[in-house]
Every structure is written in structure tokens, then in C-alpha cells.
């Protein structure tokens, strides 16, 4: 077995142990802690289907995690308020169940992650960079300026959504929910990576010439690994709206792009498990720092930095070496 | 004479005052090896982004296999089977020999399907048959676990013939195979490519003159942008202007 892979199995059963603790000493602080890391490692598994394996650098995608927070939040709130969301021609209501709201927050996510990809993938490197930007901020500007959903205000959600034979009020099992649904993408994405369409889209991202004179068309390929990303960072936000009950435009902003990919950059670019990684010590670290100062993003900063000059396979690198693991 | 599988007709290429290209002529019969030749600078390589894709001709036309493929792009003209080889090797770097074949072997199949996205490549046995079989042909066999950068330069231009097999084409488009091979290298290609012309016939651009004298049926030599001659290699050897032209600098030297 490799390293990597062991080390990988090691993140996985740790970020399963420290809630379980939590649970056994009773601080349910700490389960919502590790409930927000496996949220966010989800969001930066997404993007990094997109950018590790495609080299597509996105700093846009906030736009499918606050495409998914919504969707949460527009079904639920239309539910608690017992209002239709429409009423003509056919009766539609909202919703408190999470498996339909994942649903139509993967559908809803993907399909912008479509009409966004169409358009930006025309162009590459900063450029590229630029335009997921800027349609990052175009949504961003959309939510706050609209006033059926709360606005700049956001919007609240009383009681957290339902799943059949689960009580998701308690920590425990909606932290359970969650991981679950970590395992699962982890486990299609590691799938996809070493498909024929992971070693095409990975081609591509080495030489484009070269997938060009095979026959193969970059751009579609790109163009799928982008939707396919987008969908999963959606769901990630329904979830991070479940898990605060609250979603606002915030969501939507280039911050939460910014730190998606750090979580990225953090673990390191194109393993599987990176952004794992990432968000477990991005949340370790905003617990522990945060404490001391309320400017605690100058310490991430440096270790950022550190991790980019020193490490840039990021910390699973650091720990495993440079060979890659897709399993 | 058999029909053209490629023609190329009157094509003309100018970048600024430059005629890269000066209404070029020449075709391709199955077969056959046909070499371009001529010295650096003379359009060659220009002539061969036309034939393959990526640049358009301001005039004339590329015609494969039946077909007009001016306006075709790079992806439509590989499909077609237009199998091409590059004068700086193009390949995946950071995969292993045996990707690099398999992502050729995934480009013929030509669909990755629903199933290509959760069935592991490097397990796929229709894929790695085709792949095996490209690369014993080329004597590669033994190194399809070592990754590409770590390749020496001769290595590579084997793996990107290797590639090129795998798309089964019905012509080859090789630029320069033979360069920075040394003379043990070349002379096997040479040997290699003597048969292959029996699968597809090749358009040579090369400046080792020893294989395009023993390997080519016909050879056009291009100068500034414009075919001085096209003949074969006993009337090439003894045409006056090519000499001049091309061959003569060599005698000088």
C-alpha cells in the first residue's frame, strides 16, 4: 500500500474520531466544528476535480456553494411559511426534506456550472481566473439586491431540514449525514479520476495538442470536469446552509472562493484527499487562532505562504512524498 | 497511378510580406513514402500545420481521403485518420508510457460513454491490447512504467510513433521522427518505418538524408515557401536546381 493511501485512511478515521469524542465528553461545539470541516472538504473536493485534475482555476466557485445554500433556503423557507412557490400552472410547495433538496441543489448548481463553464472555458489561465471571478460576483451582487429571498439579510431557517429515520437536530447524526456524504463523493471522485475520462481530462490538462491530434476535444472535456465540480461544491452549500440554518449572500462571495481553493492549496492540489485535509486544518486553525486574535488570517497567511514556498504538494506531500495515490 | 489519399492543391500561406507557403502542390498515394525535404525555414513545417489543422491556408485546398478538410479542424482531421507525429515531442508528461498510449487508444475508440466514467482506464483490456501492441512495435515495450519526462529524447520520439499507431490512421504525418535519435536509433526507425508504409502511407518531412534517400518513393523539396521539385530519389539526386538549392550547400560544406 502506499503512503499516501494509509495517510489518507488515517485523515478519514481521525475526522471520524474527534466527533465520537466530542459525543463521549459531551461537547457538541466540537461535533458542529467537524461537521463544518467535512462540509467544507466536500466544496474543495469539488473544485479540485476541476482544478487538480484539469488545472482549471476557478475563483468562482462560491457561485455553486451559494447556488446550493439557496436552494435550501428558497424550498425551506417556502415550506415553513407555508406559501407555494408557485401556484399557476401547477402547483409546486417547498420542501423540508434534505435528500430532495440535494437533489435540485446538485440539479441547480450543475446547470449554472454549465451556462459558467460554456462561457469562461473559452478563455484560460488568468483570464479564465477573471471571468469565473466576475460571475462569482455578478451572483453575489444578484442575492443582495434581491428582495424576495432576504437580501443582503439572508435568509433563516427556524428548524433544520429532515432525513427519513434520522433525527438531524441531534449533532451526531447530522455530522453523520454529512461524513457519509464525504465518503460517497470521495469515493466517485477517486472512480472518475482513474476513468478513461479522469486520463483524458488529465491529458488535456498536460498537453492540449496532444489530446487534439488523438481526436479529442479539450474543451468538452473541461467543460464536464467544470459542471461535474460545480455540482458537488452545490451540494456542500446545502449542507452548509443545513448545518447554520441560515444562508446569506456571504455564501456567494469571492472569500468563500478564496478559501475553497485554500483548502486546496493547503492539503495539496490533485490528491484526492488534499482538500480534506485542507478544510480539517483550515477549521483547526480559525478554532485556535481565532481565539487569540480576531486577525488570525495573518497567521494562515504565513503558514499559506509556507506551505506554497516550501511544501507545494501541500501537506499530504510533505507527509507521503510525491507519488500520487488515487485510491 | 492509384488515386490520392491526401492531395493537397495549390495552397498558398503568407505571414506579412513572408510567402510561407507559395501555392503548393503535392500528394500522398497509398503506399508510398513520400519525403519533403528542404532547408530550414523553407515552410515546411507551416505546410504540415495546414495539412493537420491549426492553421489555415489563405488559399487552396486539403483534400483526405475523398474529402475537403480545409475547413475541418485538428479533432475532425485526427478522427478522419490523420495520424501525426511532432518535431518537438508532444506528450503527456507527468504519465506513465503506457497512459500516453491508452489516452491515444481512448482518442480512436473515439466516446468515453457512461461507463468511462467509473470503469478504471489502466484496466480496460481492449484499451491496453491496442496500447501493448502499439508499443512492441516500436520496441518501447519494456519501459510502458516509466513516466514520460523521464524518457530520453529518442524515447520520446518512439512513444509519439507509438502513439500515432495506436489511432490506426490511414496516413501518417511524421515531422522529422529521426531527430536527436543518433545513427543506431534512426537506422532502426528507418527499418520500422520501411514497413509501416504498408499499413499507411507517410508523409516524411526529415533532414537525415541517408533515410529519406533509402526510405522515400518520391520527395518534393520545398524552398522559400514554393516546391522546386518533386520526383524520385535518382531524379531528385540529379536535378540541377536542387542542387543548388539544397543539396549543393551540403557539397560546399
Same mark, same amino acid.
Given at each position: 500500500m502506499r503512503k499516501e493511501t494509509i495517510l489518507n485512511a488515517c485523515v478519514l478515521l481521525g475526522l471520524l474520531a474527534v466527533p465520537l469524542w466530542a459525543l463521549s465528553v459531551d461537547e457538541p461545539f466540537i461535533i458542529t466544528l467537524a461537521t463544518k470541516a467535512v462540509i467544507f472538504a466536500i466544496a474543495g473536493v469539488g473544485l479540485n476535480f476541476?482544478?487538480?485534475?484539469?488545472?482549471?482555476?476557478?475563483l468562482g466557485h462560491a457561485a455553486f456553494f451559494g447556488i446550493g445554500g439557496y436552494t435550501m433556503g428558497i424550498l425551506a423557507s417556502?415550506?415553513?411559511?407555508?406559501?407555494p412557490l408557485m401556484e399557476w400552472p401547477l402547483v409546486i410547495e417547498g420542501t423540508k426534506s434534505m435528500p430532495v433538496i440535494w437533489l435540485f441543489a446538485v440539479l441547480f448548481s450543475s446547470l449554472f456550472a454549465l451556462v459558467i463553464g460554456a462561457l469562461s472555458l473559452r478563455t484560460s489561465g488568468v483570464y479564465f481566473i477573471m471571468i469565473t471571478l466576475a460571475f462569482g460576483q455578478m451572483l453575489f451582487f444578484f442575492m443582495i439586491s434581491w428582495p424576495a429571498y432576504g437580501g443582503e439579510d439572508g435568509l433563516v431557517i427556524y428548524v433544520r431540514n429532515g432525513f427519513p429515520g434520522l433525527n438531524t437536530l441531534d449533532p451526531i447524526q447530522f455530522f453523520g449525514i454529512c461524513f457519509a456524504l464525504l465518503c460517497i463523493v470521495l469515493f466517485l471522485?477517486?472512480?472518475m479520476a482513474r476513468s478513461s475520462f479522469g486520463l483524458a481530462l488529465s491529458g488535456a490538462r498536460q498537453n492540449e495538442e496532444r489530446m487534439q491530434a488523438v481526436g479529442m476535444v479539450p474543451y468538452r472535456l473541461y467543460l464536464i470536469a467544470f459542471t461535474i465540480s460545480g455540482a458537488i461544491t452545490g451540494l456542500s452549500g446545502a449542507l452548509f446552509a443545513d448545518l447554520n440554518r441560515f444562508v446569506s449572500p456571504t455564501m456567494f462571495s469571492w472569500q468563500t472562493s478564496g478559501e475553497i481553493m485554500i483548502f486546496i492549496i493547503l492539503g495539496g492540489t490533485g490528491r484526492l484527499f488534499g482538500p480534506v485535509v485542507g478544510a480539517a486544518v483550515f477549521i483547526l486553525l480559525e478554532h485556535m487562532l481565532g481565539g487569540l486574535s480576531e486577525f488570525w488570517h495573518v497567521y494562515l497567511g504565513a503558514i499559506l505562504l509556507g506551505v506554497v514556498l516550501f511544501a507545494r504538494g501541500g501537506l499530504i506531500q510533505l507527509v507521503a512524498g510525491r507519488e500520487v495515490a488515487h485510491d | 497511378m492509384t488515386d490520392p489519399i491526401l492531395d493537397v492543391r495549390n495552397v498558398s500561406k503568407s505571414f506579412g510580406a513572408l510567402k510561407a507557403s507559395d501555392d503548393i502542390s503535392l500528394n500522398l498515394v497509398p503506399g508510398e513514402i513520400h519525403a519533403l525535404i528542404g532547408p530550414n525555414g523553407a515552410g515546411k513545417s507551416t505546410l504540415i500545420k495546414q495539412?493537420?489543422?491549426?492553421?489555415?491556408?489563405? %488559399?487552396?485546398e486539403v483534400w483526405f481521403d475523398g474529402e475537403d478538410v480545409t475547413h475541418k479542424t485538428t479533432v475532425a482531421r485526427a478522427r478522419l485518420g490523420l495520424g501525426r507525429?511532432?518535431?518537438?515531442? %508532444?506528450l503527456a508528461m507527468d504519465y506513465t508510457v503506457a497512459q500516453n498510449v491508452v489516452l491515444g487508444a481512448l482518442g480512436h475508440r473515439g466516446k468515453i460513454g457512461l461507463k468511462g466514467f467509473f470503469r478504471p482506464a489502466m484496466k480496460d483490456k481492449a484499451l491496453l491490447e491496442v496500447a501493448h501492441d502499439a508499443l512492441a512495435q516500436v520496441g518501447l515495450e519494456e519501459f510502458a512504467n516509466a513516466i514520460t519526462s523521464e524518457l530520453s529524447h529518442g524515447q520520446r520520439r518512439q512513444l509519439e510513433v507509438a502513439v500515432a499507431l495506436t489511432l490506426s490512421p490511414k496516413v501518417f504525418l511524421m515531422d522529422e521522427p529521426m531527430a536527436g535519435l543518433g545513427a543506431e536509433g534512426s537506422q532502426r526507425l528507418t527499418g520500422f518505418l520501411d514497413q509501416l508504409r504498408h499499413k499507411a502511407p507517410i508523409l516524411l518531412v526529415e533532414h537525415d538524408m541517408d533515410a529519406v534517400f533509402s526510405l522515400a518513393d518520391r520527395i518534393s523539396v520545398l524552398v522559400y515557401g514554393e516546391i522546386v521539385a518533386t520526383g524520385t530519389v535518382d531524379e531528385i539526386r540529379s536535378n540541377p536546381i536542387v542542387r543548388t538549392a539544397y543539396l549543393g550547400e551540403d557539397d560546399a560544406q
Open positions: 476541476a482544478l487538480g485534475l484539469g488545472g482549471l482555476v476557478s417556502h415550506a415553513q411559511n407555508y406559501a471522485v477517486s472512480r | 495539412i493537420a489543422g491549426g492553421l489555415k491556408a489563405d %488559399s487552396g507525429t511532432f518535431q518537438v515531442s %508532444s
